[in-house]
T-cell receptor, first 114, second 113 residues
Framework: EAGVTQSPTHLIKTRGQQATLRCSPISGHTSVYWYQQALGLGLQFLLWYDEGEERNRGNFPPRFSGRQFPNYSSELNVNALELEDSALYLC?????????????FGPGTRLLVL | DQQVKQNSPSLSVQEGRISILNCDYTNSMFDYFLWYKKYPAEGPTFLISISSIKDKNEDGRFTVFLNKSAKHLSLHIVPSQPGDSAVYFCAASGGGTASKLTFGTGTRLQVTL
């Protein structure tokens, strides 16, 4: 069974541009989560989508947004990129929108903002 | 406010010995705890989890212990192998955190020969 996949693996942008990151969950999973791991920092929760709706977001500015498609895949969009947005962006998926469901992570997209 | 803490940034253990990684939490509403292993530039790999209704869960070489009164959990790896060398994150969810995982800052485990 295929795991969580993310694309692209690497992305280089300049300040002020927009970045779009994509995630495909494990088959049968309806919830998708996005996390950011900046250099030297832990994993910070960004967004949670379930059944096409944004269910929760972390302490990030509105220029971080996303959506979930009918096939449960998801996009993370980062507008007006800043240098500090350089990080590893991780997507995870789980079976259902309740606590106690294990989240499985993809390999991540490494975003570099110059 | 760091609700999940891993106070040891690094740990070195000899091959074949026990590795014990510790994690403390402050939010008493957390009711599901997980351990992930992470290599550089890769996504975390799920290792083992435990629900708050249990105090121990075992899976092969990995055992997680939960002490709710102390708000403490630990991951035991026995025997430790060189391939276990990675960064280990504990994570917690539950109690109104709406399914998001709150991660600790990680402990880098080095298993030496």
């Amino acid at each position: 069974e295929a795991g969580v996949t993310q694309s692209p693996t690497h992305l280089i942008k300049t300040r002020g541009q927009q970045a779009t990151l994509r995630c495909s969950p494990i088959s049968g999973h309806t919830s998708v989560y996005w996390y950011q791991q900046a250099l030297g920092l832990g994993l910070q929760f960004l967004l949670w989508y379930d059944e096409g709706e944004e269910r929760n977001r972390g302490n990030f500015p509105p220029r971080f947004s996303g959506r979930q498609f009918p096939n449960y895949s998801s996009e993370l969009n980062v507008n007006a990129l800043e240098l500090e947005d350089s990080a590893l962006y991780l997507c995870a998926s789980s079976l259902a929108r309740r606590d106690g469901e294990t989240q499985y992570f993809g390999p991540g997209t490494r975003l570099l903002v110059l | 406010d760091q609700q999940v803490k891993q106070n040891s940034p690094s740990l070195s253990v000899q091959e074949g010995r026990i590795s014990i990684l510790n994690c403390d939490y402050t939010n008493s509403m957390f009711d599901y705890f997980l351990w992930y292993k992470k290599y550089p530039a890769e996504g975390p790999t799920f290792l083992i989890s435990i629900s708050s209704i249990k105090d121990k869960n075992e899976d092969g070489r990995f055992t997680v212990f939960l002490n709710k009164s102390a708000k403490h959990l630990s991951l035991h790896i026995v025997p430790s192998q060189p391939g276990d060398s990675a960064v280990y994150f504990c994570a917690a969810s539950g109690g109104g955190t709406a399914s998001k995982l709150t991660f600790g800052t990680g402990t880098r485990l080095q298993v030496t020969l």
